[in-house]
């Protein structure tokens, strides 16, 4: 699990670092758009292919996780928030595709789990086995979630 983090680190640092380039590349002055439309084409293809490798390597985390939870060795918890970060990663792959019916299937995924969570949250506040912190937490991601999704419709 450790090298399997490590590795989505070192795929998030490649993924800043092309988008680093572009922002560079977007900045500089050329004389012929055409070499930057090519490098911007090829940065474009890289960041696709990365998300792909984030996507599949999201998948087995899941996997473990779930598999964590029948030993019942982690919380139902750590399950829906690997998912939750699936759906994240497979939203950014969708929105970079151009492929805005996928990214948004995410997006309800990612607020159906959070609406999951919250109501599971608010349960143990009722029996006294979480405090209002935790609820309010919970409440917050909701909303910032759902802004997102707002965002993005607009945005397509």
Do not use: W
Not at 26 to 50: C, F
Not at 119 to 140: N, P, R, T
Request: overall charge negative; hydrophobic content about 45%.
């Amino acid at each position: 699990t450790t090298m399997r983090t490590h590795h989505i680190f070192t795929v998030l640092s490649v993924i800043a670092f092309i988008a680093c380039v572009i922002v560079v590349l977007g900045d500089s002055k050329r004389s012929t758009a055409a070499p930057y439309d090519e490098m911007k084409t090829q940065m474009q293809q890289e960041i696709v292919s990365v998300l792909h490798e984030i996507v599949a390597l999201r998948e087995q985390v899941l996997e473990l996780a779930r598999a964590k939870y029948e030993a019942v060795l982690t919380s139902s918890l750590e399950v829906e928030e690997t998912q939750k970060k699936l759906s994240e990663a497979r939203m950014r792959l969708a929105t970079a595709e151009h492929k805005p019916n996928v990214a948004m299937e995410a997006f309800r995924k990612i607020l159906a789990i959070q609406e999951q969570q919250l109501a599971v949250i608010e349960s143990k506040a009722e029996q006294g086995s979480a405090v209002s912190s935790d609820v309010a937490e919970v409440k917050l991601q909701l909303l910032e979630e759902r802004l997102r999704l707002a965002t993005a419709i607009r945005d397509m």
